[in-house]
C-alpha cells in the first residue's frame, strides 16, 4: 500500500474485524435493499428513459432527465459523508450524473474508485407477460421486473448502498466516484468527450466497478474478463428508380435482395456463420481459452440452454466450449433490422426498388474495431454485382476490451468474497455483448484494476420482453462491492 506507515497499521488492525464488518456491511445492505432501494428502483422502472438511439427527441421529451433526477434525489438523500453531487451536461450530449465521494481517512492516496452504471434503457419491445410491462414495476418470487431493472437500473443504487455498507462498519475506501451515464444503450456515443472533459475531476483512476454485467448463473459471483466490440452499418441496395411489376422485370432486373446476398457473402459463411475478413479476426488467447473451458466445467449447459430455441432448434455446435469462444471472442453477423419491405399481407407481385438491412457485427474483444468497420465497407462497395449503387448510413464502432489480471490485493479479495458473501467459487468468463466504457477506460487508465460484473443472468431477459431483476443476487453483489471497495483501500 501506497499510504505512510501509521494509517498502514490502523488498516491493517481493521482488517483483523472482517467477521464483524461483514455482518455490518451484510444488514446494512440487507436493510437498504428492503426499503429504500427497492421503492427508489421501482419508481425509475417506470420512467420511460429511453436511449438516445430510440428517441431522436430525447431532449423534448425529458425522460433521460427524469431518470437523472430521480438517482440524484435518492443518493442526495442518502447523507453520505462529504458527497457531492454534479449533473454534467456537454452540448447535445444526454447527460451524466457525478456523485464523488471523498476518501476515508488513511485511504487518500489509493486513487480513484470509478464506479460505472447507466440509466438510459432498451425500446419496450411487445410481448410482456400478462400482469407484465416495461413501465410497470412488479415484484414476484424474488424479482423484480420492468425496463432497465437488471439493464442497468441498480447499479447506482448497488453502489450507493455499498459505499453506505462500508462506513456503516467502519471500513475503508479510496475517493469513490460513480459515474451513471444515459446513453450506453446507444453505443455510448458522448462517452470519450465526458471523459475528456471529466479527466481532471477523475485524477487517477486505479479501479473500476462496472455492474452491467452477469454470468452464468445467481450462485456465485461472476468476473468479466472480456467484453466483444462492436461495428454496425445499414447498407442499402437500389437497383431501380422505381419499382416495376415483378412479372416484367423479372429475369431483367437483379433483385435488390439477391444484390445483397452476393455483397453478405463476402464478408459471412452462410453455412457455418464464419466471419471470412481478416480484419474481424484475432487469435484467442491461451488464458483465456483455459477460462471458458472452466466456466463450461462449473456451469455445463448453460450456454446451450439459455435461449428459447424452437422445439425441434439446436445450437450451431454441440459443443459448449465451442459456444462459448463463438459467444466471447469470434466475431458474428446479426441482420437487425430491414426497410423496403411490405408487411406480407400488403406484397403485391412487385420488384421493389431497393432493400436496406441493419448489420450488426460483434467483434473479438482485441479486434481494431475502425479497421473492421473499414474492411465491411470495402467488402460492400467494391466491384458491386451489375452496378447495383450500395449506400451506407449509420455507421458505428466500438473496441472490445480485454481485462488485465487480477493484483494480489483484489485476487484476495475475490476469494473472500466467493466464501463468505456467495459460499461458492468465483469464476470468470467472457461476454458477447459490449460496454463501450469498459474499452474506453482500459485505454485511458492502463494500470487500472477492473471488477465488471452483475446481476444480469442467462434468463434476465435484458433487451427482450419480461426483464427482471434476480433481487437476492443484486443484494449479494452490493456486499461484495463493499468488501472489495474495503480491499482496494488497504492494498
Not at 506507515?5 to 490502523?10: I, T
Request: a negative charge; aromatic letters at 6%; glycine letters at 10%.
Amino acid at each position: 500500500m501506497e499510504a505512510n506507515a501509521e494509517p498502514n497499521c490502523d488498516l491493517a488492525m481493521a482488517g483483523r474485524m472482517a467477521r464483524v464488518e461483514q455482518t455490518t456491511v451484510r444488514e446494512t445492505v440487507q436493510r437498504l435493499w428492503d426499503g429504500e432501494v427497492l421503492t427508489s428502483l421501482s419508481g425509475l422502472v417506470e420512467i420511460p428513459a429511453l436511449s438516445q438511439a430510440f428517441d431522436p427527441d430525447w431532449a423534448g421529451n425529458g425522460h433521460l432527465d427524469a431518470a437523472v433526477r430521480h438517482v440524484q434525489n435518492w443518493i442526495a438523500g442518502r447523507g453520505l459523508p462529504g458527497a457531492t453531487l454534479d449533473v454534467v451536461r456537454l452540448d447535445g450530449c444526454s447527460p451524466v450524473l457525478l456523485v464523488d465521494v471523498p476518501a476515508t481517512p488513511g485511504a487518500e492516496d489509493r486513487g480513484t474508485v470509478l464506479l460505472y452504471g447507466h440509466l438510459d434503457k432498451q425500446p419496450p419491445v411487445g410481448g410482456w407477460a400478462e400482469g407484465l410491462g416495461p413501465w410497470t414495476p412488479v415484484v414476484r418470487d424474488g424479482r423484480l421486473y420492468g425496463r432497465g431493472s437488471a439493464d442497468d437500473g441498480y447499479a447506482g443504487y448497488a453502489a450507493t448502498a455499498a459505499l453506505e455498507a462500508v462506513h456503516a462498519a467502519g471500513g475503508a475506501h479510496a475517493r469513490s466516484v460513480i459515474l451513471l451515464e444515459t446513453g450506453e444503450e446507444s453505443g455510448s456515443p458522448d462517452l470519450p468527450r465526458y471523459l475528456e472533459h471529466l479527466s481532471e475531476r477523475l485524477g487517477r483512476v486505479s479501479f473500476v466497478v462496472c455492474l452491467d454485467s452477469g454470468g452464468n448463473d445467481y450462485e456465485r459471483l461472476w468476473l468479466t474478463t472480456s467484453l466483444r466490440g462492436m461495428t454496425q452499418v445499414h447498407v442499402t441496395v437500389r437497383v431501380l428508380q422505381a419499382a416495376a411489376h415483378s412479372g416484367l422485370a423479372s429475369g431483367v432486373v437483379p433483385s435488390s435482395f439477391r444484390v445483397l446476398r452476393q455483397l453478405l457473402d463476402r464478408i459471412e459463411d452462410a453455412e457455418t456463420g464464419e466471419i471470412k475478413l481478416a480484419e474481424l479476426n484475432v487469435d484467442i488467447p491461451a488464458n483465456r481459452r483455459e477460462e471458458a473451458a472452466a466456466t463450461v466445467a462449473v456451469a455445463p449447459g448453460a450456454i446451450s440452454g439459455s435461449f428459447p430455441l424452437m422445439p425441434g432448434m439446436r445450437p450451431v455446435s454441440d459443443d459448449e466450449l465451442e459456444l462459448l469462444l463463438n459467444q466471447s471472442w469470434r466475431p458474428t453477423l446479426s441482420v437487425i433490422g430491414a426497410e423496403g419491405f411490405p408487411e406480407p399481407a400488403n406484397a403485391g407481385n412487385v420488384l421493389r426498388d431497393h432493400t436496406t438491412l441493419a448489420l450488426s457485427f460483434r467483434l473479438p474483444p482485441t479486434a481494431d474495431a475502425a479497421a473492421a468497420l473499414n474492411a465491411v465497407e470495402k467488402a460492400l462497395t467494391t466491384d458491386v454485382p451489375y452496378g447495383a449503387v450500395v449506400e451506407l448510413s449509420g455507421l458505428e464502432s466500438a473496441n472490445g476490451w480485454n481485462a488485465p489480471d487480477p493484483s494480489p490485493w483484489l485476487a484476495s479479495a475475490l476469494e473472500r468474497v466467493s466464501d463468505e458473501v456467495f459460499g461458492a467459487p468465483w469464476r470468470s468468463v467472457g461476454l458477447g455483448g459490449s460496454i463501450p466504457f469498459m474499452g474506453l477506460l482500459g485505454e485511458k487508465y492502463p494500470e487500472a484494476q477492473f471488477l465488471v460484473t452483475g446481476a444480469l443472468g442467462p434468463d434476465s431477459n435484458a433487451h427482450v420482453p419480461d426483464e427482471w431483476l434476480h433481487l437476492a443476487q443484486a443484494k449479494r453483489l452490493t456486499e461484495a462491492v463493499a468488501h472489495m471497495l474495503d480491499a482496494h483501500a488497504r492494498g
